[in-house]
């Protein structure tokens, strides 16, 4: 039996295929719809805020289509949502795959291919129940403490005890600074990718450090050096130009 509940988002520009599509889905006990629109714009927000389990995407839509709408908000998503993109034409059917969607559904299409999408999210979602930094990132987005592995020890951490992390390029691993300004070396295997995936707090300053905005006050435009909120004035910290224009772009999104 399936106890999980799995997040949804569903985003098409049309309501009345909105209308169809949570009504069908409202036959799964276990799928809670946390939000549908009919805007691009509003679902990059709204996807990013939320990073739900399940992403109904529409392909065709006017200013965005769904595929370039996945590949604007690719970076700030987890790697484990399931993008189902659906459309009433099969010639986008390609393109969705190459951009890594989890399963197409044609319109109109049956309730029994709707149930084999949500039967594999179900096994996808259980087979992967004891995935570390799936269960980070759910942690994360809620507030509650979570587990982070590092070399020696396992920290019980929420988002805000975390400063930043800063790449050590002698022994090619991570290491992440709590706002106590402990030190601690990462599992060698987490990448800058993984630690980007936990929080959309977490932002990439230049190539070997990443930053809690949530202490982040300014940045010098001419310098690019970060101002931090206080107790963290003094600590130095330099964006990088290519990073920079990334985070002015993260911190309009938000």
């Not at 759910?138 to 800063?166: E, H, P, V, Y």
Request: proline residues 3%; charged residues 25%; neutral net charge.
């Amino acid at each position: 039996m399936n106890t999980r509940t799995i997040t949804t988002i569903i985003v098409d520009d049309e309501i009345n295929a909105i209308q169809n599509l949570s009504e069908d889905l409202n036959a799964y006990p276990d799928i809670n719809i946390l939000e549908t629109t009919t805007s691009a714009l509003k679902a990059q927000k709204s996807i990013i805020k939320f990073q739900p389990d399940l992403l109904f995407l529409d392909v065709e839509m006017p200013k965005m289509n769904g595929i370039e709408l996945l590949q604007e908000i690719r970076p700030y998503i987890h790697s484990n949502m399931h993008v189902v993109f659906y459309s009433a034409f099969d010639k986008y059917m390609l393109d969705a795959l190459r951009a890594s969607a989890f399963d197409y559904l044609l319109k109109p299409y049956q309730p029994c291919e709707l149930k084999q999408i949500i039967d594999r999210v179900h096994k996808r979602i259980e087979s992967s129940s004891n995935n570390f930094e799936q269960s980070m990132r759910r942690l994360l987005n809620d507030g509650s403490k979570f587990a982070l592995q590092t070399m020696t020890s396992l920290l019980l951490l929420r988002c805000s005890d975390i400063l930043c992390f800063r790449y050590l390029d002698e022994i090619r691993c991570w290491q992440v600074t709590l706002t106590s300004l402990e030190h601690h070396r990462l599992r060698m295997t987490i990448k800058a990718k993984d630690i980007l995936n936990l929080s959309q707090s977490f932002a990439r300053i230049n190539s070997n450090c990443i930053l809690n905005i949530e202490y982040l006050s300014s940045i010098e435009n001419n310098s690019l050096r970060c101002i931090l909120y206080p107790p963290f004035t003094n600590m130095e910290m330099m964006a990088s130009r290519r990073y920079y224009s990334k985070l002015k772009e993260t911190l309009e999104m938000l």
